[in-house]
């Protein structure tokens, strides 16, 4: 195990792991198993007893995350929705909670058609709006739901302001960090009371795997997640938990490259003939661009960005890609593009979609490791076949 004190890219490579004891295996095995031999009844060798409680590679997993969080312990599940789920398995019918109005969409789908019915109720507010998310409270909050940079426009909520809204609420804050990573911004420390990941994208960062994890501060939280991680049951897979180990020893040296690439593409699009309006963390012009630089160690690698000509001129920029995919999710070491309006966002009502701006120009970029020229020099050719009719 490593120490707290050591600094992020150490942790990335080492928190949470140490030689396997029994053969001095230098990474964590695939403890590819379901039970644990027990020395006498109630006896344990280790405290494992079995795999839906708890397994090696998972735990440590777990303390890799947590660390990398700033956190104390993590909670993995075998998704980013099973997380989530996960924390509104801590409330009960009656108890409202805050979303922020663009929540990932799998976010609102499970408050609209899963928690709804069994009377957990939601609204959906700005959050870059502080009176509006004050105002949003009622006595029945227990809990705030934030997420930044929101998907797919990019807004960027103040942790620590509505973390002390939810808390002078009497609320939990919870802070979806998937879009930012460990690496760019730690919602902890500002006051978020658990973090939660979707480690499909920037952890695992390889669109190899499905995987969530929670992280906490907080002891008695941790109990009660724990609990319902075992009692509920969604865990990931001893496989999944080693990939995730071997992404997140990476994950330092791949958000630099994303956040330089992306920065780059960024400046490159703005102003150029075809496009209307770049939506980028980092540039000048962002509406929360200081919130971001204070709040954030880089701006990502995600822009999004509505091209002149709406839908015809989106779909022919994204046929036109070769080096970006035309495909859902992000995070990943190549390149990904999208179409909120058609994919992501499809399920989002059209004028709820107008409001949050979403229109049928807006793509969405993921923008991988791969050299930024080759990058650029494609989103220009299909820039000029988009512009051509
Ligand atoms: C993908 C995503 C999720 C859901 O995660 P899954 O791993 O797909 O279940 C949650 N929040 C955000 C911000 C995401 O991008």
Redesign the pocket.
Known sequence: MSGENQKFATRCIHAGQSPDPTTGAIMTPIYQTSTYVQTSPGEFIENYDYSRSANPTRTALEANVASLEGGRHGIAFA??????AACIHLLKSGDHVLLCDDV?G??FRMFNNVFAQLGIEFSRVDMTDLDATRAAMTDKTKLVWL?TPT?PTLKIVDIEAVAQIAHDGGALCVA?N??ASPYLQNPLALGADIV?H????YLGGHSDL???ILVTADADLADKLHYVQNAVGAVPAPMDCFLLLRSTKTLHVRMERHCENAERIAEWLTGRKGINKVIYPGLDNHPQHKIATRQMRGFGGMITMTLDGGLPASRRFLESLQVFSLAE???GVESLVEHPAIMTHASVDADKRAALGIDDGLVRLSCGIEDADDLIADIEQALDAANAV
């Not at 998704?79 to 989530?84: D, E, I, R, Y």
């Not at 979707?198 to 994208?201: E, L, V």
């Open positions: 998704s980013g929705v099973a997380s989530l990932y799998g976010t997420e998907n979806d998937t879009f939660s979707s480690c499909t994208k499905v995987g969530g999710s992000l995070g």
